[in-house]
């Protein structure tokens, strides 16, 4: 027997074709991205949430001269924003990238350590979180929950 997973998404070549919402929230992103502390891979990342209650709470990477002690942008945001609004869902994600080396033109997608905290928060709100990807330019990737950026954990344990 085989079985197929299948995983939609939309694409948005421009920004102002994003409903609203979702173009406030990457725009928050990418003021986030700017106050990354990134001295090591100058790859910035920023990140931004939306709260149930309109709030946008952002993050940005953090990096250490001890590598592992560093953190990723869509964790700074998502631990922020879990800490600050505690009862709230967290509804969506925003991620976007520059760097000081190279153009960042595809979207940024978060990594697995970072999927795995993104969809618990998902699987305790009960609530899928959409998440919104771009590099410092091009297309915009907009997926509709986190399961489908680790499609498994969500099948069997959410
Ligand atoms: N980084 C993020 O913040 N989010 C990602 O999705 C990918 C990687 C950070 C970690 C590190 O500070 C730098 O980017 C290079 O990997």
Known sequence: MQQTINISY????RLEGLPSDDQKLL???TEAA???YAPYSKFHVGSAVLVE??????GNNQENLAYPSGLCAERVAAFSASALHPDQKLMAIAITAFSEDFTTDKPVPPCGACRQVLIEY???DNQPMRCILRGSTGQIFVFHSIRDLL???G???G
């Not at 939309?10 to 070549?13: A, Q, S």
């Open 10 to 13: 939309d694409v948005f070549e």
């Open 155 to 157: 099948k069997f344990f």
């Open 34 to 36: 700017k106050g990354a």
């Open 27 to 29: 725009k928050a992103a």
């Open 151 to 153: 499609p498994l954990q």
């Open 53 to 58: 209650n309109g709030d946008i709470v952002v």
């Open 122 to 124: 998902e699987i305790r």
